[in-house]
């Protein structure tokens, strides 16, 4: 099968079908993912056997769209999992494994509708990237990024605080809050600074901070 991308984004030609039906899946090796460098087993919303796994079809689920290792650190909460989708649910799932056990197996979101047909990277940032079929004439590709932004670096230069991070939304804005105390919830934090992420979702900022302070937290909170 040949997949293509946006040119200016990624091509790729995979040697192995990706679209894999629930009767394939019965016999399918879990060898097959070792290749691609992922996990090696599923297990629910799928069914693990020996030597394959297959589909439960639940939840309008019919057919798994395999997928990708996420390698890159923009979405530090996607490290090394196995990205794929199920065409009939539009679901995207997120799985982890150590050896043939797998340790966990979650549904990133649901993408109503967009019916996943293949997986890609972006080769300029390492994005998850993925086709959706929708109803076949309005096809488009969809970037699979964070909706939780982290503090990947931090630095201390005389009295300023210097921190970057990434996984934000692309141009989106954030605000910097801080607080004494690690407990108290979100709205009980004090802003200290809004601003935008740039057109990666990365950020940074730079503030003053007082030496005397014994511990002060930080956390980045988008609309």
């Known amino acids: 099968m040949r997949c293509a991308y946006h040119p200016h984004l990624l091509f790729m030609k995979f040697r192995i079908p990706l679209v894999v039906t629930a009767a394939a899946l019965v016999t399918l090796a879990a060898s097959l993912l070792h290749a691609a460098e992922g996990p090696e087993a599923k297990k629910d919303p799928l069914e693990i056997g020996p030597f394959g796994i297959g589909s439960c079809h639940t939840n309008s689920r019919s057919a798994i769209i395999g997928g990708v290792v996420y390698h890159s650190s923009r979405v530090p909460q996607l490290k090394d999992a196995y990205i794929y989708g199920d065409e009939g649910s539009s679901e995207?799932?997120?799985?982890?494994?150590?050896?043939?056990?797998?340790?966990?197996?979650?549904?990133?979101?649901?993408?109503?509708?967009s019916r996943p047909s293949c997986f890609g990277f972006d080769p300029s940032n390492g994005d998850v990237l993925y086709a959706a079929l929708r109803s076949g004439n309005n096809s488009i590709m969809k970037r699979i990024v964070s909706t939780v932004p982290s503090i990947n670096t931090?630095?201390?230069?005389?009295?300023?605080?210097?921190?970057?991070?990434?996984?934000?939304?692309?141009?989106?804005?954030?605000?910097?809050?801080?607080?004494?105390?690690?407990?108290?919830?979100?709205?009980?934090?004090?802003?200290?600074?809004?601003?935008?992420?740039?057109?990666?979702?990365?950020?940074?900022?730079?503030?003053?901070?007082?030496?005397?302070?014994?511990?002060?937290?930080?956390?980045?909170r988008m609309p």
Not at 197 to 211: A, E, H, R, W, Y
């Open 92 to 113: 995207i799932f997120m799985l982890r494994n150590t050896g043939m056990t797998v340790t966990q197996n979650a549904v990133l979101f649901l993408d109503t509708g």
């Open 154 to 220: 931090v630095e201390l230069s005389d009295t300023n605080l210097i921190a970057s991070g990434a996984g934000g939304n692309f141009g989106g804005t954030y605000t910097l809050l801080s607080s004494f105390d690690l407990t108290l919830p979100s709205s009980s934090w004090t802003p200290l600074a809004t601003n935008s992420f740039d057109g990666l979702g990365n950020f940074s900022f730079t503030i003053p901070i007082s030496l005397d302070d014994t511990q002060t937290f930080f956390k980045v």
